[in-house]
């Protein structure tokens, strides 16, 4: 029995002196490949799609890892990806107003970018003493999905304060005015806001081949070359912020004047939402995304619901680190 005991502590002292706890910090580029569906452009009349993906962008990872022999180990990473704006949305086109002869030119577009915070657990195969590579699953732990929006609509045509108010659109900065006022054209309604996404708990796949140089036996530098797969599919979006205001050129009475007035802002939206009737629109402050929804309910512009859809955040990048070995 005593021998017994001398031979285990023997093996084990020879595995834990073969084993190897490491931690490392990297920083990072990635590019969104594959390039998916991201957004759509409708340009005068003609329509095209948008492709990339969000996880495209600086990153940075901190890893622990525990090597059990020279060959095999395991590590444990927290990351953080600041994604690069993508262009979801561009539209030029021209629009009737309130649906009446009167048009005006619509001109925005609609930014997204991906802020997010991701953890993975991964092998690593030592193939040579500086070449390795490393297999795991990767989820996102936090962070949001943001829409940056910006539109400027544009009239057209002098519009009679008196067509205004048949419509039932009441503007404060002009309320005393006369009837016979006139907005003249080229009046600009520009519009901004910012929507957060917020998604489920995904989980996706991460590979990476790597070199290593050692500078000293506890401290080495790396490179490698890594490869995220992962796409989340979205919850819901709230609204952050929203700002329309109204810059025009007022004919009353044969005098010009120029006014600038605030049209709306998040606070004042009823029951969460805001319909915009000259522009044929429609906001909420909240958007669910769901799975299963009734025709009505997706054409029904007061309803908040719509279908769920997923985006990518996958994506192929360099990084380079430092690694120190206990």
Not at 46 to 53: A, D, H, I, L
Not at 64 to 91: C, H, M, N, P
Not at 229 to 257: H, P
């Amino acid at each position: 029995m005593k021998r017994f005991f001398l031979l285990l502590g023997f093996l084990i002292t020879c595995y834990t002196s073969l084993a190897q706890v490491y931690i490392s910090v990297t920083g990072g580029y990635a590019w969104g490949v594959p390039s998916t569906k991201i957004g759509e452009e409708s340009i005068n009349g003609k329509e095209s799609v948008r492709f990339g993906t969000f996880g495209e962008g600086i990153n940075s990872q901190f890893r622990v890892g525990y090597f059990f022999d020279k060959t095999w180990g395991v590590d444990i990473s927290a990351g953080y990806l600041y994604g690069e704006d993508q262009l979801v949305r561009r539209e030029i086109s021209q629009k009737k107003l309130a649906g009446t002869p009167l048009t005006a030119t619509i001109e925005g577009e609609v930014k997204g970018r991906g802020r997010a915070f991701g953890a993975a657990l991964s092998v690593i195969y030592n193939f040579t003493n500086n070449f390795y590579g490393r297999f795991g699953l990767l989820t996102k732990i936090g962070g949001k999905t943001e829409a940056i929006a910006h539109s400027y609509t544009t009239t057209n045509q002098d519009i009679p304060l008196a067509a205004l108010t048949q419509l039932g659109i009441n503007l404060p900065a002009l309320s005393g005015l006369p009837n016979t006022a006139i907005i003249k054209q080229g009046a600009t309604i520009e519009t901004t806001y910012t929507e957060d996404y917020k998604g489920k708990i995904p989980f996706g796949t991460i590979a990476a081949l790597g070199y290593k140089y050692n500078i000293t036996e506890k401290l080495a530098f790396f490179a490698e070359l890594e490869y995220m797969n992962i796409s989340v599919k979205r919850d819901y979006s709230e609204l952050r912020d929203f700002n329309q205001t109204l810059k025009a050129t007022l004919n009353v009475s044969g005098i010009n004047r120029e006014i600038k007035t605030n049209l709306m802002t998040l606070d004042g939206f009823n029951n969460g939402s805001y319909q915009d009737v000259l522009r044929g629109q429609v906001y909420h402050k909240r958007t669910d995304y769901v799975e299963k929804a009734s025709q009505e309910e997706l054409s029904n512009n007061l309803n908040n619901k719509k279908l769920t859809e997923k985006a990518s955040y996958s994506s192929l990048g360099v990084n380079f680190g430092i690694k120190l070995s206990f």
